[in-house]
């Protein structure tokens, strides 16, 4: 990887190209959960709010117009991967019982934590209605797998009994599933259109891209300020789960460290100076450092997959979000 592409790339930036069709996609998103049901109507509308920046929409329709055009069905495509993304979120947000995303009230605090359930498997059951009348079996295919794998990860999380036995290669299979498998669905159903070398090779950009992401993400719960990251810092601590910086930190923690780690993981609501002291070991053993090296590597190998493609201003602008994912801050 060539090192101007470390350089600061926002999402503005890699959104610059392709506003009218992202507006499009927010008007099929508001169609696609449009509901009579008053209920579901106000919870659509706090939804609409705290949906985020549209990242994955973003690399849909980057990966359509990198491989031969603008599909008239990628606006629709993009909004079910949004509806798709947002259901975890507030399904994730209903697990975990957390009461704030993205500096913002959840579902699952402004109503319940039933009302948050059911509202996940309402955008679910809508996104599979768009995929159903799209009427294309491959997408339906990428996004019903993607949907499993989601879920998958969702019970190998469940399932750590032990966080401090958990490995790199769980960590590796957990984000795989949790987190790149939508966004490596995001690039796939993208390039639908596309020859199958080049439909193959945006997924593998997109479950590195992914992994990358995560990744940053893990980092940035240690380094970030709350009114940055919109959530609490520390917030995979304090929930008890273990990332790849602390993976990578703990074979070097001392005796005293280690012991101050259990007792946080013991202790339902860890204090703030317990959260403190991790951080500081995880710090201090380079874990941060070589959590940020994995996300790099990750980086080059997906910059490598974009290869393949016709060299198009789409094409560079899916390599720059990959300086995208590594440098943002929230």
Same mark, same amino acid.
Do not use: W
């Given at each position: 990887?060539? +090192?101007?592409?470390?350089g600061?790339?926002?999402?503005?930036?890699?959104?610059?190209g392709?506003?009218?069709?992202?507006?499009?996609?927010?008007?099929e998103?508001?169609?696609?959960?449009?509901?009579?049901?008053?209920?579901i109507?106000?919870?659509?509308q706090?939804?609409?709010?705290?949906?985020?920046?549209?990242?994955?929409?973003?690399?849909?329709?980057?990966?359509?117009?990198?491989?031969?055009?603008?599909? /008239?069905?990628?606006?629709?495509?993009?909004?079910?991967?949004?509806?798709?993304?947002?259901?975890?979120l507030?399904?994730?947000?209903?697990?975990?019982?957390?009461?704030?995303?993205r500096?913002?009230?959840?579902?699952?605090? +402004? @109503?319940?934590?039933?009302?948050?359930?059911?509202?996940?498997?309402?955008?679910?059951?809508?996104?599979?209605?768009?995929?159903?009348?799209?009427g294309?079996?491959?997408?339906?295919?990428?996004?019903?797998?993607?949907?499993?794998?989601?879920?998958?990860?969702?019970?190998?999380?469940?399932?750590?009994?032990?966080?401090?036995?958990?490995?790199?290669?769980?960590?590796?299979?957990?984000?795989?599933?949790?987190?790149?498998s939508?966004?490596?669905?995001?690039?796939?159903?993208?390039?639908?259109?596309?020859?199958?070398?080049?439909?193959?090779?945006?997924?593998?950009?997109?479950?590195?891209l992914?992994?990358?992401?995560?990744?940053?993400?893990?980092l940035l719960?240690?380094?970030?300020?709350?009114?940055?990251?919109?959530?609490?810092?520390?917030?995979?601590?304090?929930?008890?789960?273990?990332t790849?910086?602390?993976?990578?930190?703990?074979?070097? @923690? /001392?005796?005293?460290?280690?012991?101050?780690?259990?007792?946080?993981?013991?202790?339902?609501?860890?204090?703030?100076?317990?959260?403190a002291?991790?951080?500081?070991?995880?710090?201090?053993?380079?874990?941060?450092?070589?959590?940020?090296?994995?996300?790099?590597?990750?980086?080059?190998?997906?910059?490598?997959? +974009?290869?393949? +493609?016709?060299?198009?201003?789409?094409?560079?602008?899916?390599?720059?979000?990959?300086?995208?994912?590594?440098?943002?801050?929230?």
């Open positions: 990887m060539t +090192l101007p592409l470390l600061t790339v926002s999402l503005a930036d890699l959104q610059a392709i506003e009218p069709r992202l507006a499009q996609v927010e008007t998103m508001r169609r696609m959960i449009e509901a009579d049901f008053p209920l109507a106000d919870i659509n706090h939804l609409l709010r705290m949906r985020g920046k549209m990242f994955r929409p973003t690399l849909v329709l980057l990966a359509d117009e990198a491989t031969g055009g603008r599909s /008239s069905h990628g606006a629709t495509l993009a909004a079910v991967i949004e509806l798709i993304h947002l259901a975890t507030v399904h994730d947000d209903a697990v975990d019982h957390s009461v704030l995303r500096g913002m009230p959840t579902i699952n605090a +402004l @109503f319940s934590h039933q009302v948050s359930v059911i509202m996940g498997d309402f955008l679910y059951s809508r996104a599979v209605v768009e995929l159903v009348r799209y294309d079996l491959s997408a339906l295919a990428i996004l019903a797998r993607v949907t499993n794998e989601m879920t998958i990860g969702e019970m190998r999380q469940l399932l750590a009994h032990d966080p401090l036995a958990f490995t790199e290669e769980q960590y590796d299979l957990l984000i795989k599933a949790k987190t790149a939508l966004i490596s669905g995001a690039c796939e159903v993208g390039a639908l259109a596309a020859p199958p070398q080049q439909r193959r090779a945006l997924a593998r950009f997109g479950e590195k992914g992994m990358a992401f995560q990744i940053v993400d893990d719960d240690y380094t970030a300020d709350e009114t940055v990251t919109g959530k609490p810092s520390g917030l995979d601590l304090r929930e008890h789960k273990v790849l910086p602390l993976i990578y930190a703990l074979p070097r @923690f /001392s005796i005293a460290e280690r012991r101050g780690l259990e007792a946080l993981l013991r202790n339902p609501e860890p204090a703030d100076a317990e959260i002291d991790v951080v500081a070991a995880v710090a201090g053993h380079g874990g941060l450092e070589q959590a940020r090296e994995r996300a790099q590597r990750l980086v080059v190998q997906a910059e490598a997959d +974009l290869a393949v +493609l016709p060299e198009t201003p789409a094409r560079e602008t899916l390599r720059a979000s990959l300086a995208y994912v590594l440098e943002r801050r929230r």
